[in-house]
């Protein structure tokens, strides 16, 4: 059963910096780009970034670039979000995706709760 | 920016169908796959319809996608529908600059 567990969510203040991490299992982790798709309270999804499988290339919302960071660790299977200089319009649940074989998001984590407030 | 536009809310009977809109603001949308998920309050999404119009499997027939170049749409259509298909749906699809993109989302009711 293929899952994605994230952890690291919390409540800062602004300006301050999180570590979001996505841990995969019972798939070839290597294999898969991920992405990370957030979203606000009460609001729809909206894409944050990818990372390719190998980590060589990746892509950011304009909202973020800049200011997080998407790295992986393919030899613990885990996915990374760097938060750095975070705005209470980054608060959402995060979650991490799996793109898959066939074009989709085929595997979503639970995701995990930022809160940036004051 | 290319934005995918969707109604906020729809709603129809059990039994009936109803088709959600998903509208690309400029260029083609046939251009990239459209995809789309279903979320219920307090999950995750999960797919319903990807490439335009295949299903994942476990999703049932009732389900289906289609493009529509000349009013640069995409739709979803539920037939047959069921109270568990009340749920929020969101189309998703490509910026041209490989970002990926969603729809605002559409809060299907069926009362």
């Known amino acids: 059963q293929v899952q994605l567990v994230e952890s690291g969510g919390g409540v800062v203040p602004p300006g301050r910096s999180l570590r979001l991490s996505c841990v995969a299992s019972?798939?070839?982790?290597?294999?898969?780009?991920i992405h990370w798709v957030r979203q606000a309270p009460g609001k729809g999804l909206d894409w944050v970034a990818l990372i390719s499988h190998d980590g060589s290339t990746k892509y950011y919302t304009d909202s973020v670039r800049g200011r997080f960071t998407v790295s992986r660790d393919n030899s613990r299977n885990t996915l990374f979000l760097q938060m750095d200089s975070l705005r209470p319009d980054d608060t959402a649940v995060y979650f991490c995706a799996r793109w898959g074989r066939k074009y989709h998001f085929d595997h979503w984590g639970q995701g995990t709760l930022v809160t940036v407030t004051s | 920016n290319f934005m995918l536009t969707q109604p906020h809310s729809v709603s129809e009977s059990p039994g009936k169908t109803v088709t959600i809109s998903c509208t690309g603001s400029?260029?083609?949308?046939?251009?990239?796959?459209v995809q789309w998920y279903q979320q219920r309050p307090g999950s995750a999404p999960t797919t319903v319809i990807y490439?335009?119009?295949?299903?994942p499997s476990g999703v049932p027939d009732r389900f289906s996608g289609s493009i529509d170049s000349s009013s640069n749409s995409a739709s979803l259509t539920i037939s047959g529908l069921k109270t568990e298909d009340e749920a929020d749906y969101y189309c998703q699809s490509y910026d041209g600059n490989n970002r990926v993109l969603f729809g605002g989302g559409t809060k299907l009711t069926v009362l």
């Open positions: 019972e798939f070839i982790f290597d294999s898969y780009a």
């Open positions: 400029s260029g083609s949308i046939a251009s990239n796959y």
């Open positions: 490439e335009d119009d295949q299903r």
